[in-house]
């Protein structure tokens, strides 16, 4: 058990200094609520992290930012700071904001991961522009119906139905939904400045586009755990540039031809046996396929534009699943590539694969070609189930 005075050596006090920045991370009860931050007449950017159960009283106009995470807080009724611009508040065991109300000027407040939260009074901060509230158990998202100039929105992890009020926040740039119960589209029509879309295993069964369509600045779309959708419907996104479709139940990939702007495609965990119609996404420089039926990649190996390609094998055999002449063809026609190699690196090409089998083909392979340029071969190869040439 720790002495007086070895208390009031913990005891912190903060007067009449130049600080404008600080962090303090795992103090103890006694420790924090001895905290003054008052005259810290300089102070405008505060992280407290692990600062178990204790919120100290804070009235500094100056403070814009403060961090308060993984404190296990539950209220944040001794925060009056009325010039904050940004907080966050997550990993906490917030249950409601009970004077959210009274930060008029916050621009930004993340309030994920406090479980059973309840958003009432969020509605009063008018002038949010980023907006995090994943993995709170939300229902009822009717407070945002206001919040006009958000332009970041991440709902991921809830179990909302409804998410008509988002209809109005016509300056959106970023919404994530993943994993909820959200089943129509038609929400979408109005987000014409809507920039990444996010609907990962949501419950939508009617998978038309039509209102989706309308978001003409769309860049980003990732619908992967869903399988009610016509894939022949993302064809008139020509202007996507990154696509995530992995678990979809995917058997054929021709509707994706037009999508020639895709800069990203993740095709991972379906039934895909051919990828030609990929051919000519000659902008396409990431795609993942691990987890198909491929046999045959010459079609995207004559890609010079690719930086990262990864395959996997599944339950097939080896020779079913990827063949390895075709990794070699890849190579055959990088050979001037791979004579640049420093420290992994193909200039920029990178060759991903997940199982130690290929792998280990893969570098007899070379070594057969006389591939002495590889000086060490096993330098540039994990045999951990890991990556290859990265």
């Known amino acids: 058990m720790q002495s007086e005075q070895e208390y009031q050596q913990k005891m912190i006090e903060l007067l009449q200094n130049q600080i404008n920045s600080g962090q303090i991370t795992l103090f103890d009860e006694l420790s924090i609520q001895s905290l003054t931050f008052f005259d810290c007449v300089q102070l405008n950017k505060l992280k407290l992290d692990s600062c178990y159960n204790v919120v100290p009283e804070l009235n500094n106009d100056t403070i814009q930012e403060l961090q308060i995470t993984y404190c296990n807080i539950q209220s944040i009724l001794g925060l009056h700071l009325r010039n904050l611009k940004v907080l966050n508040l997550c990993c906490n065991k917030l249950k409601c904001i009970e004077n959210i109300s009274y930060f008029q000027e916050l621009q930004e407040i993340d309030l994920s991961y406090n479980e059973s939260l309840m958003i009432s009074g969020i509605q009063h901060l008018t002038k949010l522009e980023k907006l995090n509230l994943c993995d ?143 051919k000519n996404l000659l902008k396409l420089n990431k795609l993942k396929v691990q987890n198909n039926l491929i046999s045959d990649f010459t079609a995207v190996s004559q890609n010079k534009n690719f930086g990262s390609f990864e395959i996997q094998e599944q339950s097939q055999p080896l020779q079913e699943q990827i063949r390895l002449s075709y990794l070699m063809q890849t190579i055959d026609s990088s050979t001037t590539l791979l004579r640049s190699i420093r420290k992994y690196h193909v200039n920029h090409k990178i060759i991903k694969c997940r199982h130690h089998v290929i792998l280990k083909q893969f570098q007899k392979q070379l070594h057969k070609q006389n591939y002495t340029f590889l000086a060490d071969v096993t330098s540039f190869f994990s045999l951990n189930n890991t990556e290859v040439l990265q």
Not at 145 to 164: A, W
Not at 240 to 247: E, I, N, P, Y
């Open 136 to 278: 709170c158990n939300l229902v009822n998202i009717s407070e945002l119906e206001n919040l006009v100039n958000l332009k970041y929105v991440d709902l991921s992890f809830n179990d909302i139905d409804d998410v008509s009020p988002i209809q109005n926040l016509v300056k959106l740039k970023y919404l994530d939904l993943d994993y909820n119960n959200v089943q129509f589209l038609h929400t979408f029509s109005r987000l014409v400045n809507l920039d990444s879309l996010s609907l990962a295993q949501c419950k939508i069964t009617d998978f038309k586009f039509d209102y989706v369509k309308l978001c003409i600045n769309l860049k980003t779309l990732n619908i992967k755990y869903n399988d009610k959708f016509r894939l022949e419907d993302l064809q008139y996104y020509v202007q996507l540039t990154s696509l995530g479709l992995s678990c979809c139940r995917i058997y054929e990939i021709s509707a994706l031809r037009p999508l020639v702007n895709l800069e990203e495609l993740n095709l991972s965990f379906n039934k895909i046996l051919c990828i030609t119609p990929l």
